[in-house]
């Protein structure tokens, strides 16, 4: 059975980063596109970026657009996000899943088939 498991989240003040990684098993990044999202208290769960499976193309929601990174480690099957210049309002849990789509626009919560349990991300001084 396909598995996520996202790790690295923590407790950061406004203005660091924080790395996220997405450890995936049973199947590999060459045929499947990775997405993350979040979801604060009280809202809807938001499509962040993506990484394309064949050809590893990326998109990004304007509100992380020249903030947040994400690349991949096929060799590793790790999908990796890159956060800088956190603000508190980027708290939230953060979650990866995966799609048999093409990445081609922002992460669009239907087409994910599978995820993982999620990662807190808190932004406070």
């Known amino acids: 059975q396909m598995q996520l498991e996202e790790s690295g989240g923590g407790l950061v003040q406004p203005g660091g980063s924080l790395r996220l990684s997405c450890t995936v098993s049973?199947?590999?990044?060459?045929?499947?596109?990775i997405g993350w999202f979040r979801q604060a208290p009280g809202k809807e769960r938001e499509g962040l970026s993506c990484?394309?499976?064949?050809?590893?193309?990326?998109h990004y929601t304007g509100s992380v657009q020249g903030r947040f990174t994400i690349s991949r480690d096929k060799a590793k099957n790790v999908v990796y996000l890159q956060m800088n210049n956190l603000k508190p309002e980027d708290t939230a849990v953060y979650y990866c899943?995966?799609?048999?789509?093409?990445?081609?626009?922002?992460?669009?919560?239907?087409?994910?088939?599978?995820w993982g349990q999620g990662t807190q991300v808190t932004v406070s001084s």
């Open positions: 899943a995966a799609s048999p789509l093409k990445c081609v626009e922002t992460p669009l919560r239907g087409v994910y088939n599978y």
């Open positions: 049973e199947f590999t990044l060459d045929y499947y596109t």
């Open positions: 990484v394309g499976s064949s050809d590893g193309a990326t």
